[in-house]
Nanobody, 121 residues
Framework: QVQLVESGGGLVQAGGSLRLSCAAS????????MGWYRQAPGKQRELVAS???????NYADSVKDRFTVSRDNAKNTVTLQMNSLKPEDTAVYCC???????????????WGQGTQVTVSS
């Protein structure tokens, strides 16, 4: 029905940069919020950044001024540019999208499969 496929991630040294991308496909009528969550071992999942279909963004305090979230509504994609990475950014990052599959269907939250980001010190 609906798939979110992520790309990017990997291993980087502290201070480096990575770019995560996520593409939504399938039966999509509309997409509201898109964003990224992360979960580190032994920690709760947290919202990293989100962007509405109108453009306003929201960031976790821990990533403000380092990460930038953006989306391409024509391509149904969301991107997370991560700069000045720190070891504490190490986690599995998942993209999310609030998607309605029909004009009269309520939107629900879809998740990507997750991609590992590892920042070495």
């Amino acid at each position: 029905q609906v798939q979110l496929v992520e790309s990017g991630g990997g291993l980087v040294q502290a201070g480096g940069s990575l770019r995560l991308s996520c593409a939504a496909s399938g039966r999509i009528f509309s997409i509201n919020n898109m964003g990224w969550y992360r979960q580190a071992p032994g920690k709760q999942r947290e919202l990293v950044a989100s962007v509405t279909n109108g453009g306003p963004t929201n960031y976790a305090d821990s990533v403000k001024d380092r990460f930038t979230v953006s989306r391409d509504n024509a391509k149904n994609t969301v991107t997370l540019q991560m700069n000045s990475l720190k070891p504490e950014d190490t986690a599995v990052y998942c993209c999310t999208a609030d998607i309605a599959t029909g004009r009269y269907t309520s939107a629900r939250l879809y998740w990507g499969q997750g991609t590992q980001v590892t920042v070495s010190s």
